[in-house]
């Protein structure tokens, strides 16, 4: 009956609890389990196995350029006007349940780009899906898909994603094509998932990027409206 309970676990892709069940029941110390106890380790097993393998693929589709940036590594003072009391929702993840995003602001090499690298990284260990591009490379990307007639099927995947990050926001002043698409993509996901955006320029100066005010007060309305702030100072990380 062990043997095939185990091989009918292998023709359904069980593989996982295979293996466990087989573990169990050769190994003397989980004699004592109870029926109840096999099946708990062994779905415990699956699940595990299945949760892990998600979250490395989410971390290889996201392409995050920093892979060991995360929450826990962050150096949170007030010398970096980074208090972690003032962050709980961005530290505990609470903020891409309720698709909120994420602004960072700071001069060159005081840490926009790790931090952002951290939270795409948290977004994946939560099962979320997740993407990140410096912003040229975002604009470039969307651009070549719509030359090739895929423009609102790409809008409609960058809109479905939990988390973007999209990294060096500015400082060159964005033509009307690009501004048009950055607001078609801001637009997509407004209030529908959460986006994360680092830019070494002050946050009243992101207006400048979008050059025409319409465009420009459209984009940052949007992206000011339900987003987390934070504005970093201190010298550069990398100093260190």
Not at 29 to 34: A, E, G, R, T
Not at 48 to 54: A, F, G, L, P, Q
């Amino acid at each position: 009956m062990k043997e095939a309970t185990i091989r009918k676990l292998k023709e359904m892709y069980l593989h996982t609890m295979a293996d466990k069940y087989k573990e169990l029941y050769e190994s003397p110390k989980y004699s004592h389990l109870s029926p109840s106890d096999v099946l708990a380790f062994i779905v415990d097993a699956e699940y595990d196995k299945r949760k892990n393998s998600k979250i490395t693929r989410l971390l290889r589709q996201a392409h995050i350029k920093l892979t060991t940036a995360c929450i826990e590594d962050i150096e949170f003072s007030a010398r970096r006007n980074l208090k972690k009391q003032n962050l709980e929702n961005i530290v505990t993840g609470d903020y891409l349940q309720n698709h909120h995003s994420v602004l960072i602001s700071g001069a060159t090499g005081v840490g926009k780009t790790y931090i952002a690298c951290a939270l795409a990284n948290q977004a994946c260990r939560k099962g979320g899906t997740t993407l990140y591009y410096r912003a040229s490379r975002l604009i470039e990307y969307v651009m070549a898909e719509k030359a090739i007639g895929n423009y609102l099927k790409i809008l409609e995947k960058l809109g479905k994603i939990k988390l973007l990050v999209i990294d060096d926001l500015g400082p060159d002043i964005m033509t009307k094509e690009q501004r048009n698409i950055f607001l078609e993509i801001v637009e997509e996901r407004y209030l529908t998932a959460s986006t994360v955006i680092a830019s070494q320029l002050p946050f009243e100066q992101w207006y400048g990027i979008f050059d025409e005010p319409t465009t420009a007060d459209a984009i940052c309305d949007r992206l000011f409206h339900n987003a987390f702030k934070i504005q970093l100072k201190g010298e550069s990380m990398r100093k260190k």
